[in-house]
């Protein structure tokens, strides 16, 4: 048994294209299969079309959450109630491309139990080809020990026993591509070309993708509170050397730069001064700000998700 899990949020230009997709790669499976459509709380046509899917094709099924919650959200919903021995992870705007399907199976036929698929080129801006680039490298320097592979999103396939492993985490802000890295297990990668959306605008915009990038880094690394460390013992030891100058200036009372310890120091290096310790208080404060945050979403064990409909019914 083979689940596809596929979130779905404002995707009706892509909905049939999707599912013609869907039916045709399929062929090449050999195995029962379910596909199971969350609708992350669209606000135009989507629920209906992939509704009408479900009513037609017994393979499909639809979940319905009560709202927007997100997309690492509708993949944690999708995987709680996966049923396959092998469950895929994957887009429903196309860019992750459903032929692909048969090679994760053939590498987890052979024993693989994490099959990823690696983007080996991107068809977009380069702005935001940068910016993941940054993301990917930030990533890896900063979350030490886990080998989250670069240019990998959500689209994989994963075992029943990686999944199992996944929803038995209690984290409620998840960050998926990180938990599977941290369940480990036999993981390996294909490469393939990233295609452009089929239809419709990205969802993923400039503010959900740093969104993302920050649950990356702060949901497995300690390394933005060392940096901060860092910081502040480098501003203080360099306190501390510019003191001892300026101690060892007025005993001397040598010139520099044609300035004498009995000059009047100037307003504007005191103010520049005054203004970078500030920014760099209230950039540390941010920093631990962050790891606060993320404990007081935590301790409140809200949920995820809300399932709003299950659709058709078992």
């Not at 492993?165 to 294909?190: C, D, H, S, W, Y």
């Amino acid at each position: 048994m083979l689940t596809l899990v596929i979130p779905i949020f404002n995707e009706e230009e892509n909905i049939n294209h999707l599912y013609d997709r869907l039916k045709s790669a399929s062929k090449d499976w050999n195995e029962k299969y379910e596909v199971l459509l969350v609708d992350d709380g669209s606000a135009d046509n989507s629920f209906s079309l992939i509704k009408d899917i479900a009513d037609r094709d017994k393979n499909f099924k639809v979940i319905k959450l009560s709202r927007n919650f997100g997309h690492q959200a509708a993949i944690s919903a999708g995987i709680r109630l996966a049923k396959g021995d092998a469950v895929i992870l994957m887009d429903g705007d196309l860019q992750d491309p459903p032929e692909l399907i048969s090679e994760f199976l053939e590498k987890w036929k052979k024993g693989l139990d994490v099959v990823i698929a690696i983007k080996k080129t991107r068809k977009e801006r380069l702005l935001k080809k940068i910016a993941y680039k940054t993301f990917y490298l930030t990533l890896k320097k900063a979350v030490n020990g886990l080998e989250i592979p670069p240019d990998a999103g959500d689209f994989c396939l994963m075992d029943r026993k990686v999944v199992n492993v996944l929803n038995n985490m209690p984290e409620q802000n998840r960050f998926v591509r990180g938990l599977r890295a941290f369940a480990g297990f036999k993981q390996t990668g294909i490469e393939y070309d990233r295609p452009k959306r089929a239809a419709g605008n990205p969802k993923y915009n400039f503010n959900k993708l740093v969104e993302l990038a920050l649950d990356g880094i702060f949901d497995f690394s300690i390394l933005p509170l060392r940096i901060a460390s860092y910081i502040g013992a480098f501003i203080s030891f360099s306190s501390f050397l510019i003191g001892m100058f300026f101690i060892i200036h007025r005993i001397l009372n040598f010139k520099i730069f044609g300035y004498s310890p009995t000059d009047t120091p100037g307003l504007a290096s005191l103010a520049v001064g005054i203004f970078f310790l500030g920014g760099i208080m209230m950039l540390m404060l941010g920093i631990i700000g962050e790891y606060i945050g993320r404990i007081y979403l935590e301790v409140k064990k809200r949920p995820s998700y809300i399932i709003e409909d299950i659709y058709p019914q078992d």
